[in-house]
């Protein structure tokens, strides 16, 4: 199934045909007047040089007013190998078209509501016809059962006419045309762009970027410059302080050699304030008891570094090399990789 562009904004198609997949780009002139455009031949030989194959409209009210038009349209500078003309469906549009074909050139019946349409369209040699899925929709009409009719008309008699499905609304209707086997399809670019979405699909990308952070970014690439260190002669005030410019829940006390000896955390100063109180700021580190603090290397992997985080149930670990803290790693840290919930 062919896939069109269905505009004439110059961002949007630029974008568009940057996929690289499309056939072509349908325009119609209600699109040039919503976009303020009054140089329109200037805006469609613009258009011609950006996409592979160019819809445009060739209105006359009658055939030899038509037929004029597209000769018009060519010796302006457009490709008649790369160029669509659409033409509404009548009597008069019929008989533009097959003097057209005629010629070799390619044509679009559009504005198509039925199957009679369809069928003289077809007849007249139309390489596309193109019914209007969503105006019909919007009239209360069965558009569906109209695209499947004018698909089996095609294929019964073997017309060389592609159906088009246009007027495109949602992805439902691109399902749709799928489903029933158009041959042609043309898509506004704010539905075009969303074809690609699904949230699971979305979730499973975010996990393999995850997965691949983790097992190849060591743990220096990702700690702060900021080492927040205190000695065991640091006071307690010393190490709330320390905490709040390095923006940091914790700190690292070290020995006289630069050894870790433990981690002084913010949970342990709130819990020590409240039952001490203010007196608590001049105790020294050396006063408190610490635990085995919990460290990784910093040429460790990440993912090891967020298991033992995950492990010990804390929120920050220190980081050493050569047995002396060179900084630590926060799960505000991981929370900017978006790796928290991981």
């Known amino acids: 199934m062919e896939l069109y562009l269905d505009s004439v904004n110059i961002k949007e198609i630029e974008s568009a045909f940057k996929l690289g997949i499309l056939a072509g780009l349908t325009t ?138 246009s007027s495109v609304r949602n992805l439902e209707h691109v399902r749709n045309a799928i489903n029933l086997g158009v041959q042609t399809i043309t898509v506004p670019w704010g539905v075009m762009k969303k074809l690609t979405e699904n949230s699971f699909t979305d979730l499973g990308t975010k996990q393999f970027f995850d997965h691949t952070t983790l097992m190849t970014t060591t743990v220096a690439e990702v700690i702060r410059e900021d080492n927040p260190i205190v000695t065991l002669e640091s006071t307690v005030l010393d190490a709330s302080l320390k905490m709040t410019e390095s923006g940091f829940g914790a700190v690292t006390v070290v020995g006289n050699k630069g050894e870790v000896i433990g ?26 008891t610490f635990k085995a603090p919990i460290t990784t290397t910093a040429d460790d992997i990440l993912e090891n570094a967020v298991a033992l985080m995950k492990t010990h149930k804390v929120d920050n670990i220190v980081v050493t ?17 978006d790796l928290a919930s991981d």
């Open 28 to 165: 119609t002139p209600t699109f040039l007047h919503r976009e303020g455009i009054t140089d329109i031949d200037g805006t469609i030989l613009k258009l011609a040089k950006i996409v592979p194959i160019l819809q445009v409209e060739a209105l006359g009210k009658n055939a030899d007013e038509i037929v004029a038009e597209a000769n018009r349209l060519i010796k302006i500078g457009l490709d008649p190998k790369k160029t669509v003309f659409k033409i509404p469906v009548s009597l008069e549009g019929i008989t533009a078209c097959k003097r057209l074909r005629d010629k070799g050139m390619m044509v679009n019946i559009h504005l198509v509501y039925t199957l009679q349409q369809a069928y003289m369209a077809a007849t007249a040699g139309a390489t596309y016809v193109c019914p209007l899925v969503g105006r019909l929709q919007d009239q209360g009409h069965d558009a569906l059962a109209l695209i499947e009719q004018c698909v089996k008309m095609v294929d019964r008699y073997k017309y060389d006419t592609k159906i088009m499905f």
């Open 263 to 288: 981690v002084f955390t913010d949970g342990v100063l709130r819990r020590e304030l409240k039952d001490k109180g203010k007196s608590l700021l001049d105790k020294k580190m050396s006063d408190f």
């Open 321 to 337: 090399s050569d047995a002396k803290p060179i900084g630590m790693l926060d799960v505000q840290d991981l929370l900017k990789l």
